[in-house]
Structure formats: structure tokens, C-alpha cells
């Protein structure tokens, strides 16, 4: 009923910044909390960044500082600006959404996550 599709992933540089996005769509009420996590080849999906909808923003102590979340409620979209690239930011990344949806005359709760943005950080 929610999707979520990433977008913005790719190969960049040590040092260098990627931003990413993800749109989520469907019959959705109201978006509480969306995030990103990532996920590095042969390792477990970690936290990156979360963000309520009010703005309220937790990060990966491994990213603070270098990375920045943020969130359009009027698209539901959340962002993540990453700067100061280095190789262990390598993995897939993915976008995560909590909220309420319609389903005709009632509402529901949604945990749902996108497909997933290759981020590679290569010399």
C-alpha cells in the first residue's frame, strides 16, 4: 500500500558527497518516522539516520558529522546528504517509512522499505 523508491546512489570519489532521495507514494495518512540504513556486503543492515516528522534527527555515531537527513512532509521524501565520503560508506542503501495508510474507511500502520541505492566510494 506505501512504496518507497530510492534514487541518487552511485560511485564517488574518497572525500567526495552524494545526496540521496526517496519518494514514498500510495494512500498514505501520515509518514512518523523515516530513515535510512545501509547495508555492506556480508554485514547486517545498520541504522544511518532516522528523522520524525517533526524533525527530530538521529544518526550512526560512525556518520554524524559528515552526513545530514532531512525530510519534505508536503512529498514525503526524506534525503541524506553525504559528505566527506570514505570507503567504508560503501554498501546498499536503503529507505525506510513508519506511518499510518487508508485502506478504503479504515487506517493502518506501515513499515515499509525501498528496493535499495548502490553507494560505492572508489579511487
Known amino acids: 500500500q506505501v512504496q518507497l523508491v530510492e534514487s541518487g546512489g552511485g560511485l564517488v570519489q574518497p572525500g567526495g558527497s552524494l545526496r540521496l532521495s526517496c519518494a514514498a507514494s500510495?494512500?498514505?495518512?501520515?509518514?512518523?518516522?523515516m530513515g535510512w540504513y545501509r547495508q555492506a556486503p556480508g554485514k547486517q543492515r545498520d541504522l544511518v539516520a532516522t528523522?520524525?516528522?517533526?524533525?527530530?534527527?538521529n544518526y550512526a555515531h560512525s556518520v554524524q558529522g559528515r552526513f545530514t537527513i532531512s525530510r519534505d512532509n508536503a512529498k514525503n521524501t526524506v534525503y541524506l546528504q553525504m559528505n566527506s565520503l570514505k570507503p567504508e560508506d560503501t554498501a546498499v542503501y536503503y529507505c525506510?517509512?513508519?506511518?499510518?495508510?487508508?485502506?478504503?474507511?479504515?487506517?493502518?500502520?506501515?513499515?515499509?522499505w525501498g528496493q535499495g541505492t548502490q553507494v560505492t566510494v572508489s579511487s
Open positions: 528523522i520524525t516528522r517533526g524533525g527530530d534527527t
Open positions: 500510495g494512500s498514505i495518512a501520515s509518514i512518523n518516522v
Open positions: 525506510n517509512g513508519e506511518g499510518i495508510y487508508r485502506s478504503g474507511s479504515y487506517y493502518s500502520s506501515f513499515n515499509s
